[in-house]
């Protein structure tokens, strides 16, 4: 099975602009979740969804929005950027996000974005 | 959710185990113990997972304490290629369950 895509693998913007990075996850995989990596502050969850639905919210102001599609695949988008939101950014499946035992989160290889 | 600790960082030699431990004192009777690994600008891997006693994958072990106010990950005898960041993760069995990764441990192996 092919891993978690993501893309683009790297992103340079300005401040004030806006992006939108997408996310494949592995076949079969219903739940997505994304996450910001900085040195300053670590692997933080920005949200999660299953079924087209938001599921679960990190605490990211509002500029931080996502969606799924009926397929799984996810887009997560960044309005008016700011310097602080250069970041590697990660996207997790996991078969259904649900469960007796806590399912597996895959991730992907990460989106580098980088603010001027 | 529970907050973990472990040390920042570790430095062994090629052939040797080792042992990183993870407190989470505050523990809930649900939550699971979950280690993953993260190379630089990759991102991270899930090694192994465990509720109590010791679990064993085929590359690593985790050992808890009865109390599970702690755990271990052990690897056996590392290479220079298991250099990375360890991350314990303590969450719950629910839906749509975000993963709170603290600061890790670093690893690195010395040949």
């Known amino acids: 099975k092919a891993g978690v895509t993501q893309t683009p693998r790297y992103l340079i913007k300005t401040r004030g602009q806006q992006v939108t990075l997408s996310c494949s996850p592995i076949?079969?995989?219903?739940?997505v979740s994304w996450y910001q990596q900085t040195p300053g502050q670590g692997l933080q969850f920005l949200f999660e969804?299953?079924?087209?639905?938001?599921?679960n919210k990190g605490n990211f102001p509002g500029r931080f929005s996502g969606r799924q599609f009926s397929n799984s695949r996810s887009e997560m988008n960044v309005s008016t950027l700011e310097l602080g939101d250069s970041a590697l950014y990660l996207c997790?499946?996991?078969?259904?996000?649900?469960?007796?035992?806590?399912?597996?989160?895959?991730f992907g290889p990460g989106t580098r974005l980088l603010v001027l | 959710l529970a907050k973990t600790t472990q040390p920042i960082s570790m430095d062994s030699y090629e052939g040797q185990e080792v042992n990183i431990t993870c407190s989470h004192n505050?523990?809930?009777?649900?939550?699971?113990i979950t280690w993953y690994q993260q190379f630089p600008s990759q991102g991270p891997r899930f090694i192994i997972q465990?509720?109590?006693t010791k679990v064993t994958n085929e590359v690593a072990s985790l050992f808890i304490p009865a109390d599970r106010k702690s755990s271990t990950l052990s690897l056996p005898r590392v290479s220079l290629s298991d250099t990375a960041v360890y991350y314990c993760?303590?969450?719950?069995?629910?839906?749509?369950?975000?993963?709170?990764f603290g600061k890790g441990t670093t690893l690195s192996v010395s040949s």
């Open positions: 505050n523990i809930a009777t649900n939550d699971y």
């Open positions: 997790a499946s996991s078969p259904m996000g649900q469960g007796s035992q806590l399912e597996t989160q895959y």
């Open positions: 969804y299953f079924s087209e639905t938001q599921r």
């Open positions: 465990g509720y109590k």
């Open positions: 076949s079969g995989h219903r739940s």
């Open positions: 993760l303590v969450a719950p069995n629910q839906a749509g369950t975000a993963l709170i």
